[in-house]
């Protein structure tokens, strides 16, 4: 037990184990990682939290609506039910003046939502993660709230372990990986009691090396947006993307089909040629939530008097929904394998086949104009690999998302009595559309390198190997390209 990293809280207890396992044959990745490879330590959390009261209410699950369900058996159901229970995960959030809120007007929380900055996230990330996460705050306005959400700075007695604080931390990896946004919850009930939002520091470095990569390809007057700025709004984006687990919000990964109206959608940089065939990223991310953001938002935080109240309230906002078409698509439906084009992951445009072209265009452009400005003065030609890589694939998920509609099926979490279509299958002539794109995108004259490009890039030189990083294409040729 280490005893420095347990400890009681007034709402959590924690112990930390310490567990050293020995190894005869160690792995390079536990070599470039542990002081002594032929052991390696682990340290293990245990937490212990305090159950809250029983006063919170607990809210039915909608499939369209964008929140995470709670899912559990429930034995008590009669025979003619599937035996689960399925509620929301939320936070509990009742407004101060009921009265007022139920005559209109912004109400601030009993008790808002509160996240506190991690003391060593530095500038300008803590500044755009603050801006990021208090989007939100507009969609809490059409839920009834102001002020709900919160951003603090961590008082320096506070320990980050203690559950009162929900913490934003910034976390490094020496590879790319995810940022997170998980939560606990009551299980009675999925009732959101503390959640910590994990931002790592490498995603910036991915957002560099794709700016690098379009660089060449600018006008004159260079690209609109700076790798500071392109990465910054990458991380407003972001952070709001991770908030918004934490508040309950899955991914929704049709979004960009419907004019970017999710900020939990997996974004890509919006790049255009413009009339000159110039580059243009001025709109690369979106500038704010969108407006499924604001119906999962209503949907779990709108506070009703009763259960009748709610039942017809959350009616309501689920009916506005389907007339603004907004749709939801989460999970592996969204993956490479899956039928429904639209739903497809890291891809900006109203449908597949138009994002196709859009991106053929851009990335020939990329290709014709790519050379060493790529990179910055003293820094190795062995970067042009992973800059190149980015450019060459520019189109991949477009492409990815085109081939669904081959055999394809449009799907909806369709639920029985609300006049919803549940599936659509691909019409013919839209298969043979998409064909012949995918076709076109795969004709030699696009897979094809310049010579001009491969001459460029170059083995890693000594002292930068660093396990091969720099190197996003996999080849057998050794050190050649």
Do not use: C
Not at 231 to 244: I, K, N
Not at 294 to 314: H, M, Q
Not at 400 to 410: D, F, N, R, S, V
């Amino acid at each position: 037990i280490e005893p420095d990293y347990t400890a009681a809280f007034p709402k959590n207890s924690e112990i930390r184990a310490v567990l050293t396992f020995a190894v005869d044959e160690p792995s390079s990745a536990l070599r470039d990682h542990a002081p002594d490879p032929r052991s390696v330590t682990f340290e293990q959390q245990h937490s212990f939290l305090r159950l809250p009261d029983n006063d919170y209410q607990p809210r039915e699950f909608h499939p369209r609506a964008g929140i995470f369900p709670h899912v559990f058996f429930d034995f008590a159901q009669g025979h003619d039910s599937d035996y689960r229970q399925r509620w929301l995960w939320r936070w509990r959030l009742v407004p101060s003046d009921k009265e007022a809120y139920l005559d209109g007007e912004l109400v601030e929380p009993e008790e808002p939502i509160v996240f506190y900055m991690d003391p060593a996230i530095p500038e300008p990330y803590r500044s755009t993660f603050i801006e990021g996460s208090l989007w939100f705050n507009d969609m809490f306005e059409a839920a009834g709230f102001k002020n709900a959400l919160r951003i603090k700075d961590l008082p320096e007695d506070a320990d980050p372990m203690d559950i009162r604080y929900n913490m934003i931390h910034w976390v490094h990896r020496r590879e790319r990986g995810p940022s997170v946004g998980p939560s606990h919850k009551d299980p009675r009930t999925g009732e959101i009691i503390h959640a910590i939002v994990r931002m790592d520091s490498f995603r910036s470095l991915v957002n560099h090396d794709i700016w690098m990569g379009f660089r060449p390809a600018a006008g004159p007057d260079g690209l609109a947006l700076s790798s500071e700025e392109m990465a910054m709004q990458r991380r407003l984006q972001h952070t709001a993307h991770e908030l918004g687990h934490a508040l309950g919000l899955a991914h929704n990964f049709i979004a960009a089909t419907h004019d970017r109206a999710s900020v939990m959608d997996y974004p890509v940089p919006l790049v255009r040629l413009d009339e000159n065939g110039y580059l243009d990223i001025a709109d690369a991310y979106a500038p704010g939530p969108g407006p499924h953001d604001k119906l999962a938002i209503r949907y779990a935080y709108t506070w009703f008097p009763d259960k009748e109240a709610e039942r017809e309230g959350l009616a309501e906002i689920m009916s506005e929904a389907q007339e603004d078409g907004l749709r939801f698509i989460t999970g592996g439906a969204a993956q490479p394998d899956g039928s429904f084009p639209d739903a497809s992951v890291w891809v900006e445009g109203e449908d597949m086949l138009s994002a196709l072209d859009r991106t053929l265009g851009v990335r020939q452009a990329l290709i014709n104009a790519f050379d060493d400005r790529a990179l910055d003065d003293g820094e190795p030609y062995s970067f042009l690999d992973k800059r190149f890589a980015h450019v060459y694939l520019h189109h991949r998920t477009a492409l990815q998302g085109a081939i669904k509609y081959l055999g394809g099926m449009e799907f909806t979490y369709a639920l029985k009595g609300e006049d919803i279509e549940p599936t659509r299958r691909i019409p013919p002539e839209e298969q043979a559309q998409a064909l012949d794109r995918v076709l076109e995108a795969l004709h030699p004259d696009h897979l094809r390198i310049p010579d001009s490009v491969a001459r460029q890039i170059a083995p890693t030189p000594f002292g930068w190997d660093w396990n091969g990083e720099d190197r996003l294409f996999q080849a057998n040729t050794g050190p050649a390209f």
